[in-house]
């Protein structure tokens, strides 16, 4: 398994990612999930203390507002934090999508895990039932996603992802209109009145599943016209300081690849695909999903389609889709000429060169007339 994937399973199909020890087609509860998953294991919180050598002796500080957060399986030290950070055990995290599971019966358990030795955890879970079809044969999958940190930089976060079968694309949605991000919780204060809170709102999540329904048939409905497909790429890939005059997308490795996807990439052949929105869509998930570069191979893209760079692109790509085309092309940077200065300055400058010209000339006439001479 990839470095930066510690440890995984799965039950049923296997996984878009690939990864992970399959542990059969039975449905698991949360706490068979850790245990399968290697994740039956709790953290703590220990003082820091620093050591300072001096010339003839050592002194040892103690740092009161500083705690390490070790493991208990292995004391690897996952991360450091302060005095108010509240450690969220793999057991809560979990047992609060068991809570989710008694409420809703067709929610059912599908991979869980561990990233970077232990300091991200996550468990996934398919909505049995629920499938969304924008156009016929076309089908998405909806699961919910929860994943905790151990190492002080994230928090424990909750939200709505999605599974295209023909492709198994990964994109994240919003778990209502008015959130990007699903639901967070902080490590500090009073974990378990967040987790109640929290578990009110998630039972909302047919709200999220309407959303996306509704939003990837209005994509399907909407063909790209030829000429904005470079805009697309460009409002997509460029670099921000970068004017659109001197940027072409095609002329990347991933502007060629979204490209290809596009016209001919898993999926784009059934009926109402090729051509619009919705598969432009799918083809930028088709590339960070499967295709784009990572030097920890299928599990970087993993984590960078849930967590990082590659779920940045998918969401501007999805912001985009779902503004007019009018507002893909980006606005060229400024022009600006960098031989401007201060007027007081640039009459030096001026007056410099004057006298260089001026000095230029006389010496020219000087040669000429020196040649005419010996001549």
């Avoid at 329904?213 to 399907?220: F, G, R, Y």
């Avoid at 400024?334 to 001026?350: C, G, V």
Wanted: contains cysteine; hydrophobic residues 35%.
């Amino acid at each position: 398994m990839s470095a930066s994937v510690e440890s995984m399973m799965y039950t049923g199909e296997t996984p878009w990612h690939g990864l992970g020890q399959y542990v059969g087609d039975t449905p698991v509860d949360s706490a068979e999930a850790m245990t399968m998953a290697g994740l039956d294991w709790n953290v703590g919180l220990y003082p820091i203390e620093s050591t300072i050598r001096l010339p003839n002796h050592r002194r040892i500080e103690l740092h009161p507002r500083q705690y390490a957060v070790l493991r208990d399986s292995d004391d690897a030290v996952l991360g450091q934090v302060s005095d108010l950070y509240r450690p969220i055990q793999n057991q809560e995290a979990f047992s609060f999508m068991d809570s989710l599971a008694t409420e809703n019966k067709d929610l059912r358990y599908h991979t869980a895990g561990s990233l970077r030795g232990g300091r991200r955890v996550w468990m996934l879970a398919r909505l049995q039932g629920h499938i969304i079809e924008p156009i016929p044969g076309d089908v998405t999958e909806p699961y919910l996603l929860l994943t905790n940190r151990h190492d002080g930089k994230g928090s424990l976060r909750c939200f709505f992802t999605t599974v295209r079968v023909v492709c198994q694309n990964t994109l994240n949605w919003a778990l209502n209109e008015g959130a990007r991000s699903g639901i967070s919780i902080r490590h500090t204060g009073d974990i378990e009145a967040k987790l109640f809170d929290a578990r009110r709102l998630l039972q909302q999540a047919e709200v999220a599943f309407a959303h996306y329904s509704h939003t990837a048939v209005q994509l399907a409905s909407q063909p790209i016209r030829r000429g904005d497909w470079a805009s697309f790429l460009t409002g997509l890939l460029a670099p921000a300081s970068v004017e659109d005059e001197s940027y072409d997308p095609l002329l990347t490795s991933a502007g060629q690849q979204i490209s290809d996807a596009f016209i001919s990439g898993p999926g784009s052949d059934i009926p109402g695909v090729r051509g619009t929105r919705w598969g432009a869509l799918q083809a930028v998930t088709h590339y960070t999903t499967h295709l784009r570069r990572s030097q920890s191979g299928q599990a970087g893209r993993l984590e960078a389609a849930w967590f990082g760079t590659g779920n940045q692109l998918n969401q501007r790509a999805a912001r985009m889709l779902t503004s007019p085309a009018e507002t893909w092309r980006k606005p060229p940077a400024p022009k600006t000429d960098q031989h401007q200065y201060p007027p007081m300055l640039n009459n030096a400058i001026r007056q410099t060169l004057e006298r260089m010209r001026n000095d230029m000339d006389f010496n020219r006439a000087q040669t000429r007339t020196k040649n005419w001479i010996k001549s």
